[in-house]
């Protein structure tokens, strides 16, 4: 199996992975895949039961998943994806078929049941190739199933809780995710790991090349609009290079060019052996999508960030489906810059075309439309006014260190109101989104007063007196914040459990509280800051107090992707940075707090808590 070949012969064709699972995403994405992502919205109910396997039940749920996918795009576009992939990953244990835990209990029963003990992991996975004619649907389906066994260590009871407060089981088959937290529960797997992650990738190439090659009928099972496909169609997949466009030549790419790498793709391709067309006896270097995928971000960023400040997603919220000339004149725009904006915006899975129009995807209307209680549309704009422009400071930066680039362009004040609420959004958005796990990452219920340092609108004050009903929480932030607090409050959902209290941390004293809140603050700050302000916390809290605090940790191994830009985000903004575990708890101990214990909260933040020990 030559790898490039392999996964090259997808890349001219429009795949879409109907998946939410971002273990999914990233396993393919790594392997140098370009697909949409659009989730399924089947209902994961088959009846376990009337299958003869467990691997059977995985299947099918993969091959339904991707087959509702596949009806929907066609139905909204009269135009289905080439290619649609769906996956099921389930746990089985002594006959028993565990999915993702319905909620903390269902969670430790499932890992109970496998502490000490070997248990199998099935994904089934279901390509579904569409083919459409004279609007007609034809859906052939190819499907396998990966089998990985893995044992348990003993683990204590105390161990399984603090897993489970982790939050991490909640979205996992079996209660588990083995590529973090999880990865300490296990003592051995055998078969594909990321089989067990969500997707056997090594299974999936095979199954390419088998179904590339040489198409095994067999394999193939006939799916009409409600079931199985005609097999006749099959002659088109087996990839004879052609149709499409050549993915490397991308929009720049002139008439040259592309007759050249379409002369290179009608030439027979590499063989068994590795001899290329040219007879060099050497294969292209692996297609690098990942890589012209990066080089092209920018664009993709800029045009999301014009769609938010021309309202794109607002006016289609209201008013969609909307043909282009519409748009255009709603958002005071030209029709053909309008038009090509839109479609780039389909393209980036922001919205969806069809006959009637554009409209929304439902990413757009919850989280790019500007009035939804989990919109980020202002971090959106935030990043488009303030950000864009200091990471065109971002050589200096790296050049000069944060330090000489803070002096020559450092974060304008927040002056204007205006600016204050836009900064104001920004956070909300984001911290909307996070707050409830932070709030969950361990349990709080000891504590009975909080105080949330640089709280702002209250985000995160909501989510844990939401969580904790004995809980008070008073949100201390500068005077300008405080002041415009009140247009952030829920209707209906004000509780008199939480406060706000104008002041400044490095200055005013500090409120009295069981527990002190810093979520992501000290990575604004430079070491000496950090120490001053801890101290600070530090004299205030009470022995047996605690100290919460959120940021996103620093990891020996590669960050997670959605983390690196945050920390040149600071070397381009800020005098702060991000740190590692062992020196923030240095940072906590040295200023007298002591058992620091961390928890993931998402893929965002990881949350620290401590308690504060009694003076010596
Ligand atoms: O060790 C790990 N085991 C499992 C996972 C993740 O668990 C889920 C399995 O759920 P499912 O197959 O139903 O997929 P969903 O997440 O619901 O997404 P779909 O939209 O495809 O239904 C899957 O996300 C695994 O990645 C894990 O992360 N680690």
């Known amino acids: ?60 749920t993969a091959k339904q998943k991707a087959l509702e996918v596949a009806r929907r795009m066609h139905q909204k576009d009269l135009r289905a994806p080439d290619v649609v992939i769906g996956a099921d990953t389930i746990v089985t244990i002594g006959g028993l078929i565990l999915e993702k835990p319905v909620d903390k209990q269902d969670a430790y029963r499932m890992l109970s049941r496998l502490n000490g003990k070997e248990h199998s992991v099935f994904t089934g996975v279901a390509i579904v190739h569409c083919c459409t004619t004279d609007a007609q649907l034809d859906l052939e389906v190819s499907e396998f199933h990966e089998e990985t066994t893995v044992k348990f260590s003993e683990l204590s009871e105390e161990l399984l809780w603090e897993y489970i407060d982790s939050g991490e089981p909640m979205d996992k088959a079996g209660g588990y995710g083995i590529q973090a937290l999880g990865g300490m529960l296990v003592e051995h797997v055998r078969g594909d790991f990321l089989n067990v992650v969500g997707f056997p990738l090594n299974h999936f190439c095979k199954k390419l090349v088998e179904l590339y090659s040489l198409p095994r009928r067999e394999d193939l099972r006939r799916v009409k609009h409600d079931s199985i496909p005609p097999v006749d169609t099959f002659e088109n997949l087996s990839d004879v290079e052609g149709s499409g466009s050549d993915p490397a030549q991308g929009d720049d790419g002139g008439g040259h060019g592309r007759a050249e790498a379409d002369g290179d793709r009608t030439q027979a391709p590499a063989g068994p052996q590795g001899t290329d067309s040219h007879g060099t006896g050497e294969s292209p270097p692996p297609f690098p999508a990942g890589l012209l995928e990066l080089i092209d971000g920018f664009k993709a960023s800029k045009a999301l960030f014009v769609a938010c400040k021309l309202n794109v997603f607002d006016v289609l919220k209201v008013d969609g489906p909307l043909k282009a000339v519409d748009i255009a004149g709603k958002i005071d725009a030209s029709v053909c810059g309008t038009e090509r904006l839109l479609d780039v915006c389909v393209a980036l899975g922001l919205l969806e075309k069809t006959d009637r129009g554009y409209r929304n995807t439902e990413l757009a209307d919850v989280h790019l439309a500007s009035d939804g209680e989990y919109s980020l549309h202002s971090l959106a704009m935030h990043s488009n006014d303030h950000f864009w422009s200091l990471f065109t400071d971002l050589e ?41 796990q932070v709030a969950t990452a361990f349990d709080l219920s000891q504590f009975t007063s909080a105080c949330d340092l640089g709280g702002c609108t209250g985000a995160l004050a909501r989510a844990l007196t939401q969580e904790y009903p004995r809980l008070k929480v008073t949100v201390f932030d500068l005077p300008e914040v405080i002041e415009h607090v009140t247009c952030f409050q ?24 069981d527990l002190y809140i810093l979520s992501r603050i000290l990575h604004e700050w430079p070491d000496d800051k950090v120490c001053e302000l801890l101290s600070r916390v530090s004299s205030r809290c009470k022995p047996g107090g605690g100290i919460l605090v959120a940021e996103k940790i620093l990891e020996d191994k590669p960050a997670a992707r959605g983390s690196l830009p945050a920390s040149l985000n600071l070397l381009v903004r800020t005098q702060g940075r991000e740190r590692g575990l062992p020196e923030y708890r240095g940072l906590l101990e040295r200023h007298g707090f002591r058992d620091v214990r961390l928890a993931h909260a998402g893929d965002r933040l990881d949350v620290m808590l401590g308690t504060r020990a009694s003076p010596p």
């Open 490 to 513: 829920p209707e209906g959902r004000r509780t008199d459990r939480i406060s706000f209290m104008p002041g400044d941390f490095f200055k005013d004293d500090l409120p009295e509280a």
């Open 396 to 436: 200096l930066a790296v050049r000069e260190g944060a330090s000489a680039a803070f002096g020559r362009k450092a974060e304008e004040p927040v002056q204007s109101k205006h600016k204050t609420l836009q900064f104001m959004r920004a956070m909300h958005g984001f911290a909307m989104l996070t707050a409830r």
């Open 1 to 60: 199996m030559v790898l490039s070949p392999v996964i090259g012969k997808l890349l001219q064709k429009r795949v879409v992975l109907a998946s939410a699972s971002p273990r999914r995403r990233e396993i393919l994405s790594h392997a140098g895949l370009r697909f949409e992502v659009v989730p399924s919205r089947f209902k994961e109910k088959l009846d376990k039961a009337s299958f003869p396997t467990p691997y059977a039940y995985a299947i099918e």
